[in-house]
Nanobody, 124 residues
């Protein structure tokens, strides 16, 4: 069972940056995509970005492409989400989660283990 712990959320002004971290333990991570998903107040949870642990292939939602960058540090078992040019509509709880390779990484109900989430608030 993979355990995930997020950190790095906070309050930032529009146009600013934040970096989220997801520390992973307890699994054979090469079997998974590691993803970031978010849930804004009153909205459904949505895919943001994902990365393959083994070769670092990156996947992004259109809404964050060019502004967010996902990366991983295999030695630290940590995945990062660098968020630049933040907008008020990026305000949400951000979750780190894993989905087995071969399943649809864009669908939040395919993810099998989740962190507790970290809150990001972007003020206008």
């Amino acid at each position: 069972q993979v355990q995930l712990v997020e950190s790095g959320g906070g309050l930032v002004q529009a146009g600013g940056s934040l970096r989220l971290s997801c520390a992973a333990s307890g699994g054979a991570f090469s079997k998974y995509y590691v993803g970031w998903l978010r849930q804004a107040p009153g909205k459904a949870r949505e895919f943001v970005a994902a990365i393959t642990w083994s070769d670092g292939m990156e996947y992004y939602a259109a809404s964050v492409q060019g502004r967010f960058t996902i990366s991983r540090d295999n030695a630290k078992n940590t995945v990062y989400l660098q968020m630049n040019s933040l907008k008020p509509e990026d305000t949400a709880d951000y979750y780190c989660a894993v989905v087995p390779r071969g399943r649809n990484l864009y669908r939040e109900n395919e993810y099998v283990s989740w962190g507790q989430g970290t809150q990001v608030t972007v003020s206008s």
